[in-house]
DNA sequence: TACTTGACCGTAT
DNA sequence: CATACGGCCAAGT
């Protein structure tokens, strides 16, 4: 066998996916849980990266993952970022600025209640 | 092979 | 609140 990550790879991103697929309307995660969530601790960029390379024609709720701080990772102004806000606010989501206040929960424990269904 | 680029993140100043 | 720095690592040049 010649590659070891030439098939890992691909796992992970499904894992990736799955992760993403599973938040509910309404909640947002950051791309450092999901990674860690996926099994990929310390791997937010790797999340980041598997997006950008996502066709827009692929189902996902990829709107819903933020920055760790809440804000829109899109560049401001762009298409995408623009698109990013309005799907979100259209979900109940506010979006100030470009960002999400995290009012009291972070992203990482907003993913986790919204796997888990831990109360607050 | 070496260097650069990214839809990132936590810590420090 | 804003900068800076190191860490992360697949892919592209």
Known sequence: MSGLQETVLPEAHARVYAVIAAIPP??????????ARAGLPGRARLVGK???????????????????????ALPPGSRGFREQC??????????????????????????DRALWGMPA
Do not use: C, H, K
């Not at 309005?86 to 993913?111: I, Q």
């Open 50 to 72: 598997l997006l950008g390379q996502t066709p827009a024609d692929m189902e996902l709720p990829w709107y819903r993952v933020l920055r760790a701080n809440g804000q829109v």
């Open 86 to 111: 309005r799907r979100l606010r259209s979900e109940g989501v506010e979006v100030r600025n470009g960002r999400v206040p995290l009012s009291r929960f972070g992203l990482d424990a907003d993913l």
């Open 26 to 35: 309404g909640r947002v995660a950051s791309y450092g849980a999901i990674a």
